[in-house]
């Protein structure tokens, strides 16, 4: 069965400073994997996701993730946060094409939190 | 990107009435939607996944006699919870996919629906 995890369920990084969102998976075979934000009381936004390719992928708001297979990580990343920033972040990993599950599986999510 | 709407955006019920959910896909043609639950301060749960035209697949524990799936076009599908207890008081998401099952694609996802029963 695949999982994702999400160790921290709170990050609080001032303005202007770099922020990091950790998320790592399990999964048999090469994984899909999704990061998506929600504000309260709203769906899911997509943020960026990982299919194959360059392990850096780039995404909505300034946002960009590192796929790292032999740590089986995915981390969210941005180098400079915004107030608007904070919200709920959910890492999302989609199995191989062969399970014939097609839907997420969601990690537990993470609070960000950035004071002005 | 794709956007998917649902409605009612919140829904207020006395204990015992059934209703309904609309999740539809406004700009492109869904395969598959699925359905979520998110209880406060919590992940998103997967309900159920529906095909257009033919019958969902619910995920183990969900009842599928409570919650009705129905996917009958390309762009939507409904979710209706009957005969609705406080404890289905949740929040309810759906999202849709456009691609075929052997591409894989982004899941956009709607505003989610709230759902109370008194």
């Known amino acids: 069965a695949q999982s994702v995890a999400q160790p921290e369920d709170q990050v609080n990084v001032a303005e202007g400073n770099p922020l990091t969102v950790k998320c790592t998976y399990s999964?048999?075979?090469?994984?899909?994997l999704f990061w998506y934000v929600q504000y309260p009381n709203r769906g899911l936004q997509f943020l960026l996701k990982?299919?194959?390719?360059?392990?850096l992928v780039k995404g909505s708001y300034g946002f960009e993730a590192e796929f790292n297979k032999s740590q089986t990580s995915f981390h969210l990343k941005k180098p400079s946060a915004l107030v608007s920033d904070s919200a709920l972040y959910f890492c999302?990993?989609?199995?191989?094409?062969?399970?014939?599950?097609?839907?997420?599986?969601f990690g537990s999510g993470t609070r960000l939190q950035v004071q002005p | 990107g794709a956007v998917v709407s649902q409605h009612p955006s919140w829904v207020i019920c006395k204990s015992g009435t059934s209703v309904k959910i609309e999740c539809r896909s406004l700009?492109?043609?869904?395969?598959?939607m699925f359905w979520y639950r998110q209880f406060p301060k919590q992940s998103l749960m997967l309900m159920a996944t529906?095909?257009?035209?033919?019958?969902?697949?619910?995920e183990q524990g969900v009842e599928k006699d409570k919650f009705l799936i129905n996917h009958a076009s390309l762009t939507l599908s409904t979710l209706t919870v009957t005969s609705a207890h406080p404890e289905d008081s949740s929040f309810y998401i759906c999202?849709?996919?456009?691609?075929?099952?052997?591409?894989?694609?982004?899941?956009?996802f709607g505003p989610g629906t709230r759902l109370t029963v008194l």
């Open positions: 999202s849709a996919r456009e691609l075929p099952d052997r591409v894989v694609d982004t899941q956009y």
């Open positions: 999964v048999s075979g090469n994984p899909y």
């Open positions: 990982y299919i194959t390719g360059d392990n």
């Open positions: 999302a990993v989609r199995g191989p094409m062969d399970t014939g599950r097609r839907a997420l599986t």
């Open positions: 700009d492109f043609q869904a395969t598959t």
């Open positions: 529906s095909n257009e035209g033919s019958k969902a697949t619910y």
